[in-house]
């Protein structure tokens, strides 16, 4: 069975960093695309940051490009976010996800599996 379990969030202030870990099991990814998705209240959830796991292609929301970085770690089964110069906008339940897909894919349908989420909170 699939699980992912994200790590790392909490309450930093704006300008400031934090990494988010996703630590994935239960079958083999590396024909998966893993992406980050985040959800503020009273919003939907939207696409984040996705990686290919074959061969680290990635994409971006426009809203954290040259901000946040998603990595994946082979020996680890993790994926990671680097997030730099946070922002109170990028407050939101973050969320780690799994596609059975080679697309690098940003819809959130289309992706199977999902991690419960990690609160993160920018203070300004």
């Known amino acids: 069975q699939v699980q992912l379990v994200e790590s790392g969030g909490g309450l930093v202030q704006a300008g400031g960093s934090l990494r988010l870990s996703c630590a994935a099991s239960?079958?083999?990814?590396?024909?998966?695309?893993m992406g980050w998705f985040r959800q503020a209240p009273g919003k939907e959830r939207e696409f984040v940051a996705a990686?290919?796991?074959?061969?680290?292609?990635?994409n971006y929301a426009n809203s954290v490009k040259g901000r946040f970085t998603i990595s994946r770690d082979n020996a680890k089964n993790t994926v990671y976010l680097q997030m730099n110069s946070l922002a109170p906008e990028d407050t939101a339940v973050y969320y780690c996800?799994?596609?059975?897909?080679?697309?690098?894919?940003?819809?959130?349908?289309?992706?199977?599996?999902w991690g419960q989420g990690t609160q993160v909170t920018v203070s300004s």
């Open positions: 996800a799994a596609a059975n897909r080679i697309v690098v894919v940003t819809i959130l349908s289309l992706y199977d599996y």
């Open positions: 239960g079958r083999t990814f590396s024909s998966y695309t």
């Open positions: 990686i290919r796991w074959s061969d680290s292609t990635t």
